[in-house]
């Protein structure tokens, strides 16, 4: 059912969209540097601190924008750890018939596989290089969009959020998955990235996608140094949890997470409850984590027929 999605190959011309400078890109994301390292140092010790601090998004992110040319605000993709702007398949297909896409390469993946940044870091070079436009946050993608939304809602006209959270409350569990993440940055290192997409993906989390839904050829074309990177400083252990500040979400925010996913089912419904009456929750059939990928028909559908789109 998925493909790898190639830009080039969408009809639809391209709409401009605003430009963007590197140098203010460089001084917004430096200000914030002392973060990262201050981070990498409580978690992870000081050996990690200069190669991240020092490195935290000197270059804008690597986006594709195409699709269809119309006065829409645009929808912005953010995909899951592992994966790259390259990994919507038939959906940003589908998407961009109707509308302009933009999809963005997070810090340590794909075209953006050198960068460095954090998930208040990440947000804030992500608002710096869109317009306001409805943002579909994805996994990873789907926790950096909630920082967006909470800290950039001028440029969120609409969140789309499958399979994400608000962050672990506990305070021994969130350094409980920070160790783990280490571990797992680690194991990256040691084994590189084809071996490891293959532990990866034989997780119960993904075991219903079919191989073309996993896009592993996309997947494959990350480093260790980013991949690793990534889990360090933006995974889950190292996020301040957001469910106190869920409330304070104005825009129409529709949450999605597939039948067999039933431990992000019961996140997905938490964040529902947290943000209030412009928040929907929605089940997709016949999928897993990567609703996206196993049913994009569905995804497309509770798109379309949201209230709030």
């Known amino acids: 059912m998925g493909v790898d999605l190639d830009p080039g190959h969408t009809t639809a011309s391209v709409r401009p969209f605003r430009a963007h ?14 973060l990262v390292s201050l981070v990498i140092t409580t978690a992870y010790g000081h050996h990690h601190c200069g190669p991240y601090a020092a490195e935290v998004a000197f270059h804008p992110l690597n986006m594709s924008a195409y699709g269809a040319d119309t006065q829409d605000a645009p929808v912005v993709l953010l995909h899951g750890f592992t994966q790259t702007s390259q990994c919507w398949g038939p959906l940003a297909v589908r998407l961009a018939e109707n509308r302009p896409v933009i999809a963005i390469d997070l810090p340590g993946h794909g075209g953006s596989g050198t960068l460095r940044a954090d998930l208040v870091q990440t947000a804030s070079l992500v608002a710096d290089q869109i317009e306001p436009a409805m943002v579909l946050g994805y996994s990873l993608g789907g926790r950096v969009a909630l920082h967006l939304a909470l800290s950039r809602p001028d440029v969120v006209q609409q969140l789309v959020l499958i399979g994400a959270t608000g962050g672990i409350d ?3 569990e969130r350094f409980a998955r920070r160790t783990a993440d280490n571990a797992l940055a680690s194991r990256i290192e040691s084994i590189g990235v084809s071996a490891f997409l293959d532990e990866w993906l034989s997780q119960p989390l993904f075991s219903s996608l079919t191989e073309i839904q996993a896009c592993r050829a996309a ?10 990177a990534s889990l360090r400083l933006c995974g889950v252990g190292t996020q301040t949890p957001l ?36 928040a929907e929750f929605r ?27």
């Open 219 to 228: 997947r494959k074309t990350n480093t260790s140094a980013g991949l690793s």
């Open 243 to 278: 469910w106190e500040r869920l409330n304070e979400l104005q825009m129409p925010v529709l949450i999605l997470a597939g039948e067999y996913d039933q431990k992000f089912i019961a996140l997905g419904q938490r964040l529902a409850s947290g943000i209030g009456l412009n």
């Open 21 to 34: 400078s590197s140098t203010s890109v460089a001084q917004k994301v430096a200000l914030n540097a002392p």
């Open 170 to 172: 506990n305070e021994e």
């Open 283 to 309: 089940v997709i059939k016949r999928s897993g984590h990567s609703a996206h990928l196993e049913n994009p028909d569905a995804v497309l559908t509770a798109i379309q027929g949201w209230s709030g789109a």
